[in-house]
Nanobody, 127 residues
Framework: GAARGVGGGLVQPGGSLRVSCVAS????????IGWFRQAPGKERERVSC????????YYTDSVKGRFTVSADNAKNTVYLQMSRLKPGDTAVYYC?????????????????????WGKGTPVTVSS
């Protein structure tokens, strides 16, 4: 299996950007997709996740109301739409597939639940 992150780039503060995670080699319904990010000099942190099988989602507090995660089962793709971006959102964003789908909750969503990791895609928020 594999999870491939695409998108990212440079955006001005207050702008929007979408990153995508394309999954392959596994059944979408048996996993959840999570997004993590790592800013320069900081530890990797969880951002959001979605379990397509029941539509459950999770957002870390710092992105609630600004980021939206969604899934297109037909394309085996998960999207992270980022709006009202701040310089503090600058990081390398990683998508990963984890098990079980029910782990897309605050108490279980973390690196240890993830099985397939994609290469990071950089997002820079700067004027």
């Amino acid at each position: 299996g594999a999870a491939r992150g695409v998108g990212g780039g440079l955006v001005q503060p207050g702008g929007s950007l979408r990153v995508s995670c394309v999954a392959s080699g596994f059944d979408f319904d048996d996993y959840f997709i999570g997004w993590f990010r790592q800013a320069p000099g900081k530890e990797r942190e969880r951002v959001s996740c979605i379990a397509d099988i029941d539509g459950s989602t999770y957002y870390t507090d710092s992105v609630k109301g600004r980021f939206t995660v969604s899934a297109d089962n037909a394309k085996n793709t998960v999207y992270l739409q980022m709006s009202r971006l701040k310089p503090g959102d600058t990081a390398v964003y990683y998508c990963a597939a984890g098990v079980p789908p029910g782990a897309c909750v605050d108490t279980m969503f973390d690196s240890y639940a993830m099985k397939y990791w994609g290469k990071g895609t950089p997002v820079t928020v700067s004027s």
